[in-house]
């Protein structure tokens, strides 16, 4: 199994559709985790940390679930530069993140 | 530029070649991490380095692989003999250290390597 699982999709979607994408991680100590926008041929980029307590960020709101092992990114009101790969980052306990294989958006007209 | 810089972006190697790709972090960054990133898939972790360091090497697919950071700052991953499979973005990262797992890291635009 590995570290960090995400379902790929593709996730397609018309605009202004509200959108969840989970990721699960098999450590239980771990500790920080992230979700990293990559464009398509372009760098990951941070996107938002993920608190106990949930956060949110304009349109995009990110939780936790310790009990369950899993973290999620929730798009509300999806615009067509929401189209991306969203990848999921964990840092199992060490200083070095491990990046789920990413959830791919599109959004369409 | 501040962000973290790679050369050369786009290299085309002949099977059996070796490479090198550099990388220059954000000034002042501690942490540095090499990434190998294949189509359609999340990067995958190769080296990761606190200053000149080389912590973990766990990721390196085989002996081919080598990275260092001599002086803590820019650092250089070779690739011996390349091969087919080595086809594939190489990502840099590089993070500042507070002591505590989970800073936001910083990639640069990558080396995408392909080998003919």
């Known amino acids: 199994r590995k570290e960090v699982e995400q379902d790929p999709g593709p996730f397609n979607v018309p605009e202004g559709a509200t959108v969840a994408f989970n990721c699960t991680y098999s450590n239980s100590a771990s500790q920080s985790f992230f979700w990293y926008r990559q464009d398509c041929r372009k760098e990951p980029k941070l996107l938002m940390s993920?608190?106990?307590s949930g956060n949110e960020d304009g349109r995009f709101t990110a939780q936790l679930n310790r009990a369950s092992q899993y973290i999620s990114l929730l798009i509300r009101d999806s615009k067509l530069s929401d189209s991306a790969t969203y990848l999921c980052v964990v840092f199992g306990g060490s200083y070095i993140p491990t990046f789920g294989r990413g959830t791919s958006l599109i959004v369409h007209p | 530029g501040a962000g973290v810089s790679q050369s050369p972006r786009y290299k085309v190697a002949k099977r059996g070649q070796d490479v090198a790709l550099r990388c220059d972090p954000i000034s002042g960054h501690v942490s540095l991490f090499w990434y190998q990133q294949a189509l359609g898939q999340g990067p995958e972790f190769l080296t990761y380095?606190?200053?000149?360091?080389?912590?973990?090497k766990s990721g390196l697919p085989s002996d081919r692989f080598f990275a260092e950071r001599p002086e803590g700052s820019v650092s250089t991953l070779k690739i011996q003999r390349t091969q087919q499979e080595d086809s594939a973005v190489y990502l840099c990262?590089?993070?500042?250290?507070?002591?505590?797992?989970?800073?936001?890291?910083?990639f640069g635009e990558g080396s995408w390597l392909t080998v003919v």
């Open positions: 990262a590089s993070s500042p250290f507070s002591g505590v797992p989970g800073n936001t890291i910083y």
């Open positions: 380095f606190q200053n000149e360091a080389q912590l973990d």
């Open positions: 993920v608190y106990s």
